[in-house]
């Protein structure tokens, strides 16, 4: 994933097709996931886009280009036009791990490389962790694959799962993560992991009772969700530990961090908990 400068043979190309004034336009950053690229386009490049797609792609390597989008919608489907060539499934290798996914229909954030990597640092050796929205195994992969962690990773959207089954055997950690094509509420198992992901956003809160029936009687949970800034720095640990209290656990906030914003005035960010059954 890389966030780069424009390339000066990119200008030389497009300054010979395009009207001055477009060509100070032109996208001065743009994401690479393997070889997909992502490119913002103003709308005043819109009767050019194509040829402008092609000329990056040519320039940076790049099999396909797609127009930035929205994510959206409860399984955080990214909204994305094909400019350049056809094929959006790449591989991409971050900190070691090989993801495996299709660009152009599965959420990849490269502004939550820094929780990848840092769940790779958290993760203890042969500890049982539950990831409750695997996606591709954004956060769990660097967990089995550095810290040689045992993963359940459930996700529900099947062809978001059939990536995650992939990318668990591209890493050969087959024989550490099992992986479960199912919504999470329905996960039968009950107090068995040390250690939670819960990486969702907007509607998390609502799956926490089902973490704390997941989670063994003393536990860590990585509480993501968005919150408005000004409640900050109270939520969402004030309703985290409210819901927790109501089931029987205390919780105790080990630390925050931001992830990146998600809308004006609104934060995503994650919350490190330690919950204890009383
Ligand atoms: C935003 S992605 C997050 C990926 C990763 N956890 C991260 O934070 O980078 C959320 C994933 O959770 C899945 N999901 C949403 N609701 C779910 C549920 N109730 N049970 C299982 N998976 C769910 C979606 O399909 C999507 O792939």
Redesign the pocket.
């Known amino acids: 994933m890389r966030t780069q400068v424009i390339k000066p043979r990119i200008r030389e190309i497009l300054s010979k097709e395009l009207p001055p004034e477009r060509v100070s336009l032109l996208p001065k950053h743009w994401v690479q996931i393997g070889d997909v690229l992502i490119l913002p386009l103003r709308p005043e490049l819109e009767p050019y886009k194509r040829r402008i797609a092609e000329v990056y792609a040519q320039v940076i390597g790049a099999k396909t280009v797609l127009r930035k989008g929205h994510i959206h919608g409860?399984?955080?489907k990214p909204d994305y036009e094909l400019l350049y060539g056809k094929d959006t499934v790449t591989v991409h290798v971050e900190n070691g791990v090989k993801y495996k996914l299709d660009v152009a229909r599965?959420?990849f954030?490269p502004a939550?490389v820094k929780?990848?990597v840092r769940m790779a640092e958290v993760a203890k050796p042969g500890e049982l962790v539950v990831?409750?929205?695997?996606?591709i195994g954004?956060?769990s992969l660097p967990m089995a694959v550095h810290k040689g962690a045992r993963v359940i990773a459930?996700?529900?959207?099947p062809y978001?799962f059939r990536f995650l089954v992939e990318n668990i055997w591209l890493n050969g950690v087959q024989d550490l993560m099992t992986p479960y094509n199912?919504?999470?509420?329905d996960f039968p198992a009950e107090n068995i992991a040390d250690r939670i992901?819960m990486?969702?956003?907007v509607t998390t809160h609502e799956?926490i009772p089902k973490a704390l029936s997941i989670a063994k009687d003393e536990a860590i949970i990585h509480y993501?969700n968005t919150v408005p800034e000004k409640l900050r720095p109270e939520e969402p640990f004030a309703t985290f530990k409210r819901i927790a209290r109501e089931h029987g656990y205390d919780a105790e906030k080990l630390k925050e961090l931001v992830i990146k914003r998600y809308a004006p005035g609104v934060w995503h960010v994650v919350v490190d908990i330690r919950v204890y059954k009383r």
Do not use: P
């Open positions: 409860e399984t955080r599965v959420m954030s939550n929780e990848r990831d409750m929205f695997a996606g954004h956060l459930i996700e529900k959207n978001t199912m919504d999470n509420r992901l990486g969702y956003v799956f993501h």
